[in-house]
């Protein structure tokens, strides 16, 4: 498995404003993923973090509203652009553990409320 | 697009009774994971099934992944308190993206 560590955990933002949440792994990993989960809904994936190269959206998701980096194997970064209360969601970190493994774990999610 | 669907959304049981929850892929699925996520918590990984017709337990919780890998199961054998939670299924298709179910969750009146 893996130890994944998000910050922040929770946050209060005002409209219009930006917020980054920070992904840290305790070991390297192949792929790193951000899901969403809007409040009593299931977990929606917005994108894979590639290291050293742009992010791949999913349908319904756009670089300019949810910029990611990925600098290398242990570390990334989501952020949510101009905030609307829409964007009030839990934002997860996950993991692909080892190629063969095909386990996805996740962090314990940033939980962004926008007002 | 792959999609899963899962059923029911909501079951309330009284402790000691059985819980089942049905995930329903519209495509054959390489494998199938399953997640329990208590209030206020974030999706912890229970197991994966990788094989057709697999049966795995954990203790109290059977998970069986059906002939065809298009469908799986988790069921719950006299449900205690500490079992409440959303249970998500999260098929992979052919490459590496997950697609979760809606959930199910689990209510326990003791």
């Known amino acids: 498995s893996a130890v994944i560590s998000q910050k922040p955990s929770r946050d209060i933002c005002q409209r219009g404003t930006s917020l980054t949440i920070q992904c840290q792994v305790d070991s390297q990993v192949t792929m790193m993923f951000w899901y969403r989960q809007q409040p009593g809904q299931s977990l929606t994936l917005i994108a894979t973090?590639?290291?050293?190269?742009?992010?791949?959206?999913e349908s319904g998701f756009v670089i300019d509203k949810f910029p990611i980096s990925r600098p290398n194997l242990t570390f990334s970064t989501l952020t949510v652009s101009n905030m609307s209360p829409e964007d009030s969601s839990i934002y997860l970190c996950?993991?692909?553990?080892?190629?063969?493994?095909?386990?996805?774990?996740f962090g314990e999610g940033s939980w962004l409320t926008v007002v | 697009g792959q999609q899963v669907m899962q059923i029911p959304q909501y079951q309330h049981v009284q402790e000691g009774e059985d819980f089942t929850t049905y995930c329903n892929s519209s495509?054959?699925?390489?494998?199938i994971q399953w997640y329990k996520q208590r209030p206020g918590g974030h999706p912890v990984f229970l197991i994966q099934?990788?094989?057709?017709?697999e049966v795995k337990k954990q203790k109290r919780l059977t998970f069986q992944f059906g002939e065809a890998k298009k469908n799986s199961s988790l069921h719950i054998t006299a449900t205690q308190t500490t079992d409440v939670g959303t249970y998500f299924c999260?098929?992979?298709?052919?490459?590496?993206?997950?697609?979760f179910g809606k959930g199910t969750l689990l209510t326990v009146n003791p």
């Open positions: 495509t054959t699925l390489s494998n």
């Open positions: 999260a098929g992979r298709g052919s490459n590496y993206k997950l697609t």
């Open positions: 099934l990788v094989k057709s017709g």
């Open positions: 973090a590639n290291q050293g190269s742009e992010a791949t959206y």
């Open positions: 996950s993991v692909l553990v080892g190629y063969s493994g095909n386990t996805i774990y």
